[in-house]
């Protein structure tokens, strides 16, 4: 998607603080972090949100989360984090690319709803 600012990211047109990169996932820090652990987990496919996910994506959505916590560990969430997937309107989605917020710090989180 040429007009997607996650994918112009992952392409390396925009700078991002890289976390992690695979061949199916990558994930950076949140530019405006909502702790002192923020980053996003996101494919590399673009697919919109989680409306537009599909059984074609099983496999890519589950690496996803199967490696959020070594993530959110190495980046110093050890006692915890929060994983969210915001979508569409209602959901507070502001970035159409799919992704997977990872939220964490050293002391306990408010609640968010
Ligand atoms: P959403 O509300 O869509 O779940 O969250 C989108 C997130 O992307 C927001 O937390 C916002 O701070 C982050 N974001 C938006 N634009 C950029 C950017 O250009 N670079 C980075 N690293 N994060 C961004
Ligand atoms: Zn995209």
């Known amino acids: 998607m040429s007009d997607c600012i996650f994918c112009k990211i992952i392409a390396g047109q925009i700078p991002c603080k890289k ?3 695979d061949d199916d996932i990558f994930a950076f820090h949140d530019i405006n972090p ?3 652990v923020h980053f996003m987990v996101v494919p ?3 697919i919109a ?3 537009e996910a599909d059984q074609s994506h099983q496999a890519v959505l589950g690496k996803i989360l199967a490696k959020a916590g070594e993530l959110a560990r190495a980046q110093g969430a050890t006692d915890g984090f929060r994983t ?3 979508t569409g309107r209602v ?3 502001e970035v159409y690319h799919l992704h997977v917020h ?3 710090g050293p002391d306990r989180l408010g609640p968010m709803i």
Request: charged residues 10%.
């Open 91 to 93: 959901g507070g989605q």
């Open 49 to 51: 949100s989680l409306y």
């Open 19 to 21: 976390v992690y990169e």
């Open 102 to 104: 990872i939220i964490g």
């Open 84 to 86: 969210i997937i915001n």
């Open 34 to 36: 909502a702790a002192p």
């Open 44 to 46: 590399k496919q673009h």
